[in-house]
């Protein structure tokens, strides 16, 4: 990530980083409510009872969806008040999109802890990180 910060800074200069951070900045104040740490829950509660594993994450999968749902919508809300540029809008939404992803990704991440199985989580990490950098690299 300090590589690809690194790059993306180089790439931009200093105005387009601004906007960059903007829309980082402005994003992560709703990422909060993508999760209200249902992931640490998920984790405690399936490693204490493994049998009921399949009715936690049912669940928890559904109401991550809504709260994403709901995140989602309230950055587009929010966003219209501000008197921002196309470009920074559109880009709030993707990366808005982008936060909803990664918030599903870190539940299913949580599943491979609480079931101990480490591995897995590291390396779904490993793609992640791989595939994030690949990706900004290519379009920049």
């Not at 982008?98 to 491979?112: A, E, G, H, K, L």
């Not at 609480?114 to 290519?138: D, G, N, P, V």
């Amino acid at each position: 990530m300090f590589f690809l910060t690194t790059l993306i800074a180089r790439y931009l200069g200093a105005a387009g980083y601004g906007k960059f951070s903007f829309v980082f900045a402005f994003v992560a104040l709703f990422a909060v409510l993508a999760d209200f740490s249902l992931s640490t829950l998920a984790i405690r509660e399936v490693a204490r009872n493994k049998k009921l594993a399949r009715k936690y994450i049912d669940n928890i999968a559904v109401i991550k969806l809504i709260l994403g749902i709901i995140t989602f919508a309230l950055i587009i809300i929010v966003i219209q008040f501000l008197e921002k540029t196309p470009e920074v809008k559109t880009l709030v939404y993707l990366v808005g999109i982008w936060v909803v992803i990664q918030r599903f990704t870190q539940f299913f991440q949580s599943i491979f802890r609480a079931f101990e199985k480490m591995q897995y989580e590291a390396f779904s990490k490993i793609i992640y990180s791989t595939a994030l950098f690949c990706i900004a690299f290519s379009v920049i």
